[in-house]
């Protein structure tokens, strides 16, 4: 091996998540602050409320991220970034970027009020919500980000979750932020962009990112990054951008979309499902595909 | 973040070493995460065409580059295998871990 050839690297090689940290084998949510932390650099300050990242960072008198860290409680990480923004800014330092970082727990059930009286000010933070689809660090509770017929422990394999999973992104459009985003793990140079975009927009920025969790959906570990692009290529996690709440744009357009079923089949948590329920989610899936479609060309 | 910096554990002796504030001293470094690993990746590099999926992939920030190649810090990597999942040259191999 002579030839002198540069190593292809698509992101910017500084490291602000550290190793030695306590997520899981194959954590997508270590992957999603990761890229997110690379677009955003050394000039911000992160708040974190109950969720696997508050365990992941480590336990006092430990961190494992270059930046300052705020661990606040379950339902406020939207309002204590906007206080920690606000600060920043009565001391005259109008440079340093806030982030509120939270699971889907502390974003769809238990800090929406936060997050939406956060959007409603247009407070100047970006939110993201990494989504793993239900309370994974206290053991695998199913929240309102669970979807149709998945097993968790509060949804037991005789009584799985019959409920759709909440449109959380539609909820967010309709406050009209300037700007937000779903993203995927596994497409790490589009996260990248989308986070570079919000980190140069002023007002409240929604980040959803899917963060496949090895742990909660009894997959093996080497399959987080696969999953997270099958979700996409399936169409049931669309990558798309939303600016002023209506205009859409789709950033991964779908030629042949997969069946929901290579999807489903590498995760435990949904081995038990008969064809029909099987049939049913991919007719779910099939439905808010044409509905995305419909915004997307509705303008 | 230098990995051979501040690789240490933080001991207080008494009650008055403790910070007023609860604040963080210190990184994870001391958490040598490559123990929790049942199986390794060994990267054979003559097929390796330098693409940089396995760096960009690795959760953990154990795929390090040197002298424009991958290698593996064995210290930290948990032995998830993505690296070896996503490589599309097929040059990381996952072989049991001997103890
Ligand atoms: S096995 Fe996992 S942790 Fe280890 S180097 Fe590969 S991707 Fe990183
Ligand atoms: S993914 Fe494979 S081919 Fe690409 S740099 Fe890593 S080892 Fe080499």
Redesign the pocket.
């Known amino acids: 091996m002579s030839k002198q050839k540069k190593m292809t690297l698509t992101l910017p090689t500084e490291e602000l998540v550290g190793s030695g940290n306590l997520a899981c084998?194959?954590c997508g949510a270590n992957l999603a602050l990761r890229y997110v932390l690379k677009a955003f650099g050394k000039r911000t300050a992160i708040c974190i409320p109950a969720c696997c990242w508050a365990v992941i960072d480590g336990p006092f008198p430990y961190s494992c991220l270059g930046i300052p860290v705020y661990h606040c409680a379950f339902e406020t990480a939207a309002s204590t970034a906007t206080g920690v923004k606000a600060g920043l800014e009565m001391i005259g330092d109008t440079e340093t970027q806030v982030i509120a970082w939270a699971g889907d727990g502390g974003t769809f059930d238990i800090g929406i009020q936060s997050l939406s009286a956060a959007a409603e000010r247009n407070d100047d933070i970006l939110y993201v919500c990494y989504d793993n689809e239900a309370y994974m660090n206290t053991g695998i509770q199913r929240s309102s980000a669970t979807p149709t017929g998945a097993w968790t422990t509060t949804t037991p394999v005789k009584f799985p979750k019959d409920q759709p999973k909440k449109d959380i992104d539609a909820i967010m459009a309709a406050h009209r932020i300037p700007y937000q985003a779903t993203a995927s793990i596994a497409y790490p140079e589009d996260l990248y962009k989308k986070a570079v975009k919000a980190k140069n927009i002023r007002g409240t920025k929604f980040i959803h990112v899917l963060a496949p969790c090895p742990t909660g959906w009894k997959s093996r570990?080497e399959d987080a990054v696969k999953l997270a692009r099958l979700a996409v290529q399936t169409s049931y996690f669309p990558l798309y951008e939303v600016e002023d709440g209506e205009k859409y744009t789709l950033n991964f357009k779908i030629q042949n979309k997969k069946s929901i079923d290579e999807y489903l089949k590498l995760q435990g948590r949904f081995r038990h499902l008969k064809p029909e329920a099987i049939a049913a989610i991919q007719a779910e899936v099939d439905r808010n595909w044409d509905r995305l479609l419909k915004k997307v060309t509705a303008r | 973040m230098s990995k051979k910096r501040d690789a240490k554990k933080i001991v207080y002796e008494s009650a008055r070493d403790f910070p007023q504030m609860p604040m963080s001293q210190g990184s994870m470094l001391w958490n040598k995460t490559g123990s929790w690993?049942n199986i390794?990746?060994e990267i054979h590099l003559e097929k390796c065409t330098q693409c940089g999926i396995?760096w960009k992939?690795?959760?953990?920030m154990?795929?390090v580059i040197e002298n424009e190649f991958p290698a593996?810090?064995y210290d930290?990597?948990?032995?998830?295998?993505?690296?070896?999942a996503e490589c599309p040259m097929k040059c990381?191999v996952?072989v049991e871990e001997r103890k």
Request: charged letters at 20%.
């Open positions: 084998q194959g570990p | 690993r390794r990746p396995c992939f690795c959760p953990d154990s795929i593996v810090d930290y990597c948990k032995g998830c295998g993505i690296c070896a990381i996952m």
